[in-house]
T-cell receptor
Framework: DTGVSQDPRHKITKRGQNVTFRCDPISEHNRLYWYRQTLGQGPEFLTYFQNEAQLEKSRLLSDRFSAERPKGSFSTLEIQRTEQGDSAMYLC?????????????FGPGTRLLVL | SQQGEEDPQALSIQEGENATMNCSYKTSINNLQWYRQNSGRGLVHLILIRSNEREKHSGRLRVTLDTSKKSSSLLITASRAADTASYFCATDATGNTPLVFGKGTRLSVIA
């Protein structure tokens, strides 16, 4: 296994369009996290899953954002009606089941630019 | 919102020198982690220290944790140009929960 992967790596879209990002976690990891990072800042938590259950959503996750992890494996993050303020790096991370480690393993991120 | 605050925001040193970065946080934690991020890329986990630990080593890295002061420090010894990156501390409130990151320290190591 080569780690967490994200697709696409870059996305340029026009304001008002919908975009969808995909994250494939490390296979044996049951927790999956989405973070957003803007320039010069640290990552900020958006939402996370344990298996297919979405356990927590940040206040940053407006109703234009939706995330799924239908079979407890890969996850998608969709942003509807994108705004220029959505421009950021979207990071996905995964971590193993309880008792097998606390570190999170990050993917390379998807950089979104909304024009 | 971001809980951790790293200090300094930026640090420039010569290759071979030691680099020390500090992190303060606000609420109780289960563990504190340090991550490195090269420009425009994902984060790489460096080291984790649990709330009942005071010091931990990994290669050229040394982390300390003072829960009474809600602070941690990361020391990189004998720095190399390849250590040039942003370094973030992140707190985990209860274990395997979403991390709360600081704004990071930008380290430049000049060859």
């Amino acid at each position: 296994d080569t780690g967490v992967s994200q697709d696409p790596r870059h996305k340029i879209t026009k304001r008002g369009q919908n975009v969808t990002f995909r994250c494939d976690p490390i296979s044996e990891h049951n927790r999956l996290y989405w973070y957003r990072q803007t320039l010069g800042q640290g990552p900020e938590f958006l939402t996370y899953f344990q298996n297919e259950a979405q356990l927590e959503k940040s206040r940053l996750l407006s109703d234009r954002f939706s995330a799924e992890r239908p079979k407890g494996s890969f996850s998608t993050l969709e942003i509807q009606r994108t705004e220029q303020g959505d421009s950021a790096m979207y990071l996905c991370a995964s971590s193993p089941p309880t008792g097998r480690g606390l570190a999170q393993y990050f993917g390379p991120g998807t950089r979104l630019l909304v024009l | 919102s971001q809980q951790g605050e790293e200090d300094p925001q930026a640090l420039s040193i010569q290759e071979g020198e030691n680099a020390t970065m500090n992190c303060s946080y606000k609420t109780s934690i289960n563990n504190l982690q340090w991550y490195r991020q090269n420009s425009g890329r994902g984060l790489v986990h460096l080291i984790l220290i649990r709330s009942n630990e005071r010091e931990k080593h990994s290669g050229r890295l040394r982390v300390t944790l003072d829960t009474s002061k809600k602070s941690s420090s990361l020391l990189i010894t004998a720095s190399r140009a390849a250590d040039t990156a942003s370094y973030f501390c992140a707190t985990d409130a209860t274990g395997n929960t979403p991390l709360v990151f600081g704004k990071g320290t930008r380290l430049s190591v000049i060859a």
